[in-house]
Structures are given as structure tokens and as C-alpha cells.
């Protein structure tokens, strides 16, 4: 199918940003940017640090570059080595998977529930052996995972669990916050994400205030103070370099004040923003109540979605279409550029070249084929969103008589 692209329709398409600052919030980071003592490891973060441990009420929390750097710690602190197994979704973003992948454990691939598209006990333990020793979920799309059959066959096998959060900050499930659940919560506050800490940033909370500790150790290159006082404040040195971990070289993980600065403003909010996606996700699939070809995650009771991304599955095989024809009609004529996430992660070069190129993975494989993820960011006007879901019923309508 191919359509002359002169769309009367005017465009659109995913932002690179999902939610900006106020205008109170650009004061408070330009105050920190011009009369801060410091830009980096600072009061801020420290600040940052204490309250997003009281939000998510866990035992510590660290404040890191990005999303990518909290799975790493996580993945050293896990204790993975060649030898042990991690189980993973195939069907989530790369930085899921590359830090497990990294420590020279064996990477297990879990498919997906075909309603929420998220694991599940039942995915999971199919997959154990005694050589597990790490269990991966992630709150994809901004749904959180029934955790509790998880935590159960966890504590049963005596596996760790790791809670990326990346798409999920400030969910619930049965009343706890994401990242307080499992053994270590991942967080990431990227430009693309619910909050933003300018771009980058990101957490790493942990259940074991021991975890917290060694990865403090491990985040700036192994610098720590001298364990008591010094005759003379400058020798030997300003400060100590330890070795984080027996046999762990440190990284430098560290998060700036000004990206801290706002990350603690935007905790303040963000059950507000997560709370105007939740409208804006039930006026867009409003309409499509009586469109049996398209269908989106099922939120089970306990579960909280707070609408990351507004992903769906598009079912047009008793009209003869595709996923693709969809996509492309809505592009071409109605101007609705919609992407396609998350290749799924055994079917990629990266992880083929690295001997994890074998999964069954059904409905992981059946979701991807036919998944589409349209337009989506935080305080979208509600005309917008209704000539969104216009354009698309309108798409579907014609590929079902085209």
C-alpha cells in the first residue's frame, strides 16, 4: 500500500521531552546553577536522596546518572558471575538487559502475559534452575507487575529481585510504591520519561541498607572519607580510595546538583503528573471500546498504570491487514506518526552475537509483531487527544473495507 503523502491533517508525532518544567521550578534550578558551592555531589543530592527514600519508602536510595547506571549497580551487587542465570524479559528496552549480560552470568529470557503485556510468575518459573540467581521485572509502559507470586517464588528459589522502574516512577501496586518491593529498584530520569531530571538522571533504590553503602562505594570511583579523624586534615589526602567490593573496581555514576536540584521538585508533583496521564489514557481509549481489532494492557486489580507510553495491539487479520498497513496508513494520510517498541531483545544482533539468541517467547514475539505505540506525553490537550483517537478510528475503518 502505497499513498500519495499531501495530508490535510496537521501533524503528530512523539516529543523528545514528555514533561517540562514550570516556570517556579526553572527559579529553584536557576538559584542552585548561581549560588551553589558546588555542581556536583552536594547538598542536592543528598536532599534528593533522603526524600525520594521517604516517597518510595524504602531503606536507602542513591542518586545516579542515569537509568542504564542504577541497573548496573544492581547487577554488580546481585552478585551475578559466569556460571549463574538471570531471568529477563525479552520484551523491554536494552538497558534492561545489558548489565546482567555484562557480568558474565547466562541471560534466560521470560515471555510476556498477553494482557499486560508484562511477566508474570507464570512466565517466570518455568524458567528456574538452581543456578538462578537474579529475577528481572519491568513495569513496562508505566504498569506495574503483580509482584507478590513473584516475591513468593523468589524467596522459595532464594533469587534477588530487580525492580526496573524506569517507565513506572511513583506507581503503586497494592498501595507500595515501585522500587520498595523487590531487592533493588531502578529508576530513570530521562527526557523521555514521566519526570526528567534535565535530560539524565536517575536512582537506585535498595531493601538492604548494606546494598546502599557498597554502592555509594562503588558510584564515584571509590572515593570515601578516612574511617576517623586526621591530625592534619590534608594528609595523608582529601580523602580515602577504597575497594567497593572485594575483587570490584569503582565507576564514576555520579548525578550534578542542578539535575538534583529538580528531581526533588519534581517528586513534589509527580503523583499530579501521573495522575493527568491516567485521564488523558482513559479519553484516548474511550473510543475504541467498540474496535475489537485494537487493545490495550489490561490493568489488574492492584496494579497501577501510570501511562508511560500509550501502547496497544492491533488485531486486522480478519480484514486481511497488518500492524504495518496500519502504521503507515496513519502516517501517510491522517499524519499520526506512531513507532513500534520493544524489538524484542533475543531476535537483535547484540544479544544473538552473545549467545542469547534462543527464547520461547510466543506471545512476546506476538505482541512485537503487532504493536503500536502512538503519540503520548504529559498535559496533552484534550482536543489533540480526541482528534488522535478520531484519526485512528478513521484508519481502522478504512482498512477494514480498503
Request: a negative charge; glycine letters at 8%.
Amino acid at each position: 500500500m502505497t499513498l500519495d503523502n499531501t495530508s490535510s491533517f496537521a501533524p503528530i508525532e512523539m516529543p523528545a521531552v514528555q514533561t517540562r518544567l514550570t516556570q517556579a521550578e526553572e527559579q529553584v534550578l536557576l538559584r542552585v546553577l548561581r549560588e551553589g558551592k558546588t555542581l556536583a555531589a552536594g547538598p542536592e543530592m543528598e536532599a534528593f536522596e533522603k526524600e525520594w527514600t521517604a516517597f518510595t519508602s524504602c531503606a536507602d536510595s542513591m542518586a545516579v546518572c542515569n537509568g542504564s547506571a542504577a541497573l548496573e549497580l544492581s547487577a554488580i551487587l546481585s552478585g551475578l558471575e559466569s556460571g549463574s542465570e538471570v531471568i529477563i524479559p525479552a520484551h523491554t528496552f536494552v538497558s534492561t538487559a545489558v548489565p546482567f549480560a555484562r557480568t558474565g552470568a547466562s541471560v534466560r529470557w521470560a515471555d510476556i502475559d498477553p494482557e499486560t503485556r508484562l511477566v508474570t510468575a507464570g512466565t517466570i518459573e518455568p524458567l528456574l534452575s538452581p543456578r538462578t540467581k537474579v529475577i528481572v521485572v519491568v513495569h513496562l509502559y508505566g504498569l506495574t507487575v503483580d509482584m507478590d507470586p513473584i516475591m513468593a517464588l523468589a524467596g522459595r528459589h532464594g533469587a534477588l529481585v530487580v525492580e526496573d522502574c524506569a517507565q513506572a516512577p511513583g506507581a503503586r501496586y497494592k498501595g507500595r510504591r515501585v522500587g520498595s518491593i523487590g531487592d533493588f529498584g531502578c529508576f530513570s530520569f530521562h527526557t523521555h520519561k514521566n519526570i526528567t531530571t534535565l535530560g539524565e538522571g536517575g536512582m537506585l533504590s535498595v531493601r538492604d541498607k548494606k546494598h546502599g553503602e557498597q554502592a555509594r562505594r562503588l558510584r564515584w570511583m571509590g572515593n570515601w572519607p578516612f574511617p576517623g579523624p586526621r591530625e592534619r586534615y590534608w594528609l595523608p589526602a582529601m580523602g580515602d580510595l577504597v575497594e567497593p567490593i572485594p575483587g570490584r573496581w569503582p565507576h564514576n555514576f555520579c548525578m550534578g546538583e542542578p539535575n538534583c536540584a529538580v528531581g526533588r521538585l519534581l517528586i513534589k508533583r509527580i503523583d499530579r503528573i501521573n495522575s493527568q496521564r491516567q485521564r488523558q489514557a482513559q479519553r484516548f481509549m474511550h473510543p475504541f471500546l467498540d474496535f475489537g481489532e485494537i487493545s490495550f494492557q489490561t490493568v489488574p486489580e492492584g496494579c497501577q498504570h501510570v501511562y508511560h507510553l500509550m501502547s496497544a495491539r492491533y488485531d486486522g487479520w480478519a480484514c486481511g491487514k497488518t500492524r504495518d498497513d496500519l502504521i503507515q496508513l496513519l502516517h501517510e494520510k491522517y499524519n499520526l506518526k506512531c513507532i513500534v517498541q520493544y524489538w524484542p531483545l533475543h531476535r537483535t544482533e547484540l544479544f544473538s552475537r552473545h549467545g542469547f539468541g534462543l527464547a520461547d517467547v510466543p506471545e512476546t514475539d506476538r505482541f512485537f509483531d503487532n504493536m503500536i505505540s502512538f503519540p503520548w506525553w504529559s498535559d496533552m490537550p484534550e482536543d489533540l487527544i480526541d482528534d488522535m483517537a478520531e484519526r485512528v478510528r478513521l484508519a481502522i475503518d478504512e482498512l477494514r473495507t480498503g
